[in-house]
């Protein structure tokens, strides 16, 4: 009877301190901190502000889920949805979404680029975030008459939270 609950007790102490055989430790990942995706969203909304844009902005993390949106008094209704998809585009691909829009053009082969996944907006003014060697997100600006001047304000976006600004 002793020799039962001994038994049981030292099966109990193996099975609870053992470690799997094949334990790894858990990967280190970069994020971008809420904080400074806002810092990174008014600085952009600012740029376009001081030219007389009214524009969207919106930031996504690596994983594509939207930390903030912001829409300037004036800006269309469409402007949200076209920032968003920006900054996904660019999160998700790792690239910038202009540079995908003439890649697709000059290379007919990827224009299923455009129907991989309807989160995607392939126009210019999508930005991945990199910071370091670590792609943590995207910028998407959107409303401006042209990609090259939605570009423009995620650039200043980058530039305030000290992200690799793509040439």
């Given at each position: 009877m002793v020799f039962n609950r001994i038994s049981k007790a030292a099966l109990l102490l193996v099975l609870f301190s053992a470690q799997p055989a094949c334990s790894e430790p858990l990967p280190k990942i970069s994020y971008l901190p809420t904080g400074k995706a806002l810092t990174a969203a008014r600085a952009a909304l600012d740029a376009c502000a001081a030219n007389g844009l009214a524009v969207s902005v919106a930031i996504v993390a690596r994983?594509?889920?939207t930390i903030v949106l912001l829409r300037a008094d004036g800006a269309g209704p469409h402007t949200t949805g076209s920032a968003t998809g920006k900054a996904f585009t660019a999160a998700s691909l790792g690239r910038d979404s202009?540079?995908?829009?003439s890649a697709i053009t000059s290379n007919p082969e990827l224009a299923g680029l455009r129907d991989m996944d309807s989160?995607?907006?392939i126009l210019g003014g999508g930005l991945p975030i990199r910071v370091g060697n670590s792609l943590v997100?995207?910028?998407?600006?959107g409303g401006a008459p042209s990609s090259s001047q939605d570009r423009q304000c995620a650039i200043a976006g980058l530039q305030a939270i000290e992200a690799e600004v793509p040439d």
């Open positions: 994983q594509g889920a202009g540079a995908l829009a989160r995607l907006v997100g995207g910028i998407g600006v």
